[in-house]
Structures are given as structure tokens and as C-alpha cells.
């Protein structure tokens, strides 16, 4: 089993890169140990179609992780360089791919009824990024048979200096931190999407997927949920409005549900901040 990752230095990347060859099945006795071949944007950017029909004619995977993107904001900012990376460049490396997981968001949909998205719901897009994650799950999914389409949503993690990676952190050393308090959605740690990854792909279980911790928060409830944790000052925490806080516009009302739900959200923070401070 060969595995490329692409991306391999961003949040996802380097949990997919830590768990994704010794996971599960993959490091049973009875078969190859896998070889996987981290690529972070500097050793391949997706968007040169040459480029990557070359490095994956040189490496020939099995299959391909594909974990990079351009965030909310950058795409609101800059729409072409945000489709040449969420859509050009996850369809260049489909096109090549024997089998390949993509990861898409919660930003599919519009967020304007107060309930939970399912596969089955249509994805209607209110923002560049969503837009183009949108466009993005459906080149891989023409492009490549074989493709797992993974939605996830407010993702936490090493490594990443994202609002709900690090706030507990912020409140731990007594700084203020502004949180939206208008916007809900799932949350999901890092750890658990990949090895629930893992287990969809020794499954073969191709075609879309919501991955996500289970449960619907707003940055502000996540951030009073850190300060509990960590025993920090709530009045530390300032709640505005997603207006005032972004500059893409970020649909309101977005949990994703699963099939087979992941541990609550909190549990999955309380898990995330105690191997931070072991
Ligand atoms: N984080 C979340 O909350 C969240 C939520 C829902 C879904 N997702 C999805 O999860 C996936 C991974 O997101 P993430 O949070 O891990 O992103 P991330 O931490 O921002 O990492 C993205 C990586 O992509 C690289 N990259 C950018 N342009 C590239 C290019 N042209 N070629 C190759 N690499 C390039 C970046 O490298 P440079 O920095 O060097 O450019 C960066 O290392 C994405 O598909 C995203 O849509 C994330």
C-alpha cells in the first residue's frame, strides 16, 4: 500500500500523515507495511497539472489524501487562486489517482434552516468557499470512481493557529479573546477524523461522507467550554457577531450530521487540551 498526502504540513496533513500509515487495518501482519510520502505545498502545488502527473507517475500510489486547500477569507479575497486550489487542483490530482480521499466543509450549505445537513440534503453555498469545496467534491467525484469525499467542519488541532486550536490557550494565559457568537456547527478534533478516515477507507466505503464530533456549537460556546476546562476566567471571552469579526460571510447554522456519529464535541476538547498540557 503506497500513500501520497498532499498538503501534508497543514492541520489535517500532519494528523493524516501521523495516523494515516499505521492505522487500522493497514499495519495488520498479514500485509506490506504501507509507505507513505508526504508532500507539502512546497515539494507539490496541486495546481500544476504537469507537476503532478509527474511526481504521481514517479511514486504511484495507492491512494491519495488530498488535505490542501485555501482558507474562507483568502477565497473571498482572491476567487481565482481559490479555485485553482479547491477545485483545479483536487481534479488534476483525481484525474491520476487509482483511488483518492478528498476533504470538503460544512460551508456546502447554507446554514438557513436551524437543523442538522445530511449527504442527502442539497449544498447550496453562500461564500466563495463553499463555492468552490462545492465544485471541488464534484470534479474528484467525476474525475476519479474510486474517490472518498470526507465533509468536515471547525476542525481543532496542533499546530494550527486557528481560533478554536488554540483559544484555550489564549484564556489560559489570562489574554481577551472575541468570539462569534452567532454562527453554529459541529466541531470536529483532528485525531478522530483521521482514524475515523481509516476506517472508511479499509471499508472501501467510497462516495460522500460527514465526519464530524457530534453535537452543534458557536465559537463563543466552544470558547466557555475551553475556559471550564482549563479553569480560565469567562469574562475574558467577548462575544460579537460574525460581521464584525470575518470577512467571508459564514452561513449560520450548519452541524453536520453523521451516520456514525463521533464522541461529543467537549469530550473530544477535553481529550485535545489534556495532551497538550501532559
Ligand atoms: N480547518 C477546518 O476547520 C476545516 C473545516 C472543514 C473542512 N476542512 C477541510 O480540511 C482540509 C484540510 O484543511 P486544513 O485545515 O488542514 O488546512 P490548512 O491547515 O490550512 O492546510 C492547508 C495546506 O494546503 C497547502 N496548500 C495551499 N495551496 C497549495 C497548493 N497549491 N498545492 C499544495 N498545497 C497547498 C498549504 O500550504 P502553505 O500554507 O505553504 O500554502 C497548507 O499546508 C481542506 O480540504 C479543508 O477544506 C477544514
Known amino acids: 500500500m503506497r500513500i501520497v498526502v498532499t ?16 492505522g487500522a487495518g493497514f499495519s495488520r501482519p498479514d500485509r506490506l507495511k504501507p509507505v507513505l510520502t508526504p508532500l507539502t505545498h512546497r515539494d507539490l502545488d496541486i495546481t500544476n497539472a504537469t507537476a503532478v502527473q509527474k511526481m504521481i507517475a514517479d511514486l504511484r500510489p495507492d491512494i491519495i489524501v ?12 482572491d476567487p481565482a487562486l481559490a479555485r485553482a486550489v479547491n477545485v483545479d487542483g483536487p481534479a488534476n490530482l483525481a484525474r491520476v489517482a487509482p483511488s483518492i480521499v478528498h476533504f470538503s466543509s460544512n460551508y456546502v450549505f447554507d446554514g438557513k434552516e436551524e437543523r442538522f445537513y445530511s449527504i442527502a440534503d442539497e449544498a447550496r453555498p453562500i461564500n466563495e468557499y463553499g463555492r468552490t469545496k462545492l465544485a471541488g467534491e464534484r470534479a474528484v467525484a467525476a474525475a476519479c470512481s474510486r474517490s472518498f469525499i470526507v465533509r468536515s467542519s471547525w476542525i481543532f488541532g496542533p499546530g494550527k ?4 486550536s488554540t483559544v484555550h490557550e489564549q484564556l489560559q494565559a489570562g489574554k481577551r479573546v472575541r468570539a462569534v457568537s452567532d454562527v453554529w456547527a459541529s466541531a470536529t478534533y483532528v485525531e478522530d477524523l483521521v482514524l475515523r478516515l481509516v476506517e472508511i477507507v479499509e471499508r472501501r466505503d467510497y462516495g460522500l461522507h460527514h465526519v464530524v464530533n457530534a453535537g452543534v456549537c458557536s465559537n463563543e460556546s466552544f470558547a466557555r467550554e475551553a475556559a471550564h476546562i482549563v479553569g480560565a476566567d469567562e469574562s475574558l471571552i467577548e462575544a460579537v457577531s460574525t460581521r ?14 453523521s451516520s456514525q456519529p463521533l464522541r461529543d464535541w467537549r469530550d473530544a476538547l477535553t481529550a485535545y487540551i489534556s495532551l497538550r498540557h501532559d
Open 161 to 164: 493557529e486557528a481560533f478554536v
Open 7 to 22: 498538503g501534508a504540513a497543514g492541520l489535517v496533513g500532519s494528523a493524516a500523515v501521523e495516523h494515516f500509515g499505521v
Open 66 to 77: 488530498n488535505c490542501a486547500v485555501i482558507g474562507v477569507d483568502e477565497c473571498e479575497r
Open 244 to 257: 464584525q469579526a470575518h470577512r467571508a460571510p459564514r452561513p449560520r447554522y450548519t452541524p453536520l450530521l
